[in-house]
């Protein structure tokens, strides 16, 4: 089983659409997940850190975390072909102290 | 100014070589890391240095040595470069062991022919 699974896409939604990218976690003693987005032929960067069960918000992007679930998501409201890329995953604590478990990543394509 | 670089961007080799990639960060991060991500895009840590000292070696064969002179810089040589070993590095920096607000460098393209 994998640590962390994400969704395996790839997703495609129409420009001002809601795109909704889902993340499980297999090690309940994670604390702290994040969302990275990848272009293509670029590094990942961060866009989203979330710490504690419930929604974070940051401009168009929410973050949502169910530790009773082991569930992560991102949703992106207003989608715009800019935010077509990779998104990925990431756990970290508990037997991933110390570093980031990635996912294998969504590609998310907004199409106009 | 950038914040974390690798050098080369590129690297084109033969079976049997041995090759190294830098990597440097100016943001005074305590913690640096290495990642390699194969061409499926899975994204998989190999090492991590915390002010210099290794934490994290992540069953990654001898051939790959990291090498942490001071806290802004690792380095990570490779023996008897193998196809397999073709992928993207990633140098990463984070402000302490732990954190999982990592700025990623650039990527080293490596392919081994």
């Known amino acids: 089983q994998k640590e962390v699974e994400q969704n395996s896409g790839p997703l495609s939604v129409p420009e001002g659409a809601i795109a909704s990218l889902n993340c499980t976690y297999s090690d309940r003693g994670s604390q702290s997940f994040f969302w990275y987005r990848q272009y293509s032929g670029k590094s990942p960067e961060l866009i989203m850190s979330i710490y504690s069960n419930g929604d974070k918000e940051d401009g168009r992007f929410t973050a949502q975390l169910n530790k009773a679930s082991q569930y992560v998501s991102l949703l992106i409201r207003d989608s715009q072909p800019s935010d077509s890329a990779t998104y990925l995953c990431a756990g970290a604590g508990g037997t991933s102290y110390g570093k980031l478990t990635f996912g294998q990543g969504t590609i998310l394509t907004v199409h106009p | ?113």
Request: glycine letters at 8%; aromatic letters at 10%; hydrophobic letters at 30%.
């Open chain 2, 1 to 113: 100014d950038t914040a974390v670089s690798q050098t080369p961007k590129y690297l084109v080799t033969q079976m049997g070589n041995d090759k190294s990639i830098k990597c440097e960060q100016n943001l005074g991060h305590d913690t640096m890391y290495w990642y390699k991500q194969d061409s499926k895009k899975f994204l998989k840590i190999m090492f991590s240095y915390n002010n210099k000292e290794l934490i994290i070696n992540e069953t990654v064969p001898n051939r790959f040595s990291p090498k942490s002179p001071d806290k802004a810089h690792l380095n990570l040589h490779i023996n008897s470069l193998e196809l397999g070993d073709s992928a993207v590095y990633f140098c990463a920096s984070s402000p302490g062991l732990g954190a999982g607000e990592q700025y990623f460098g650039p990527g080293t393209r490596l392919t081994v022919t």
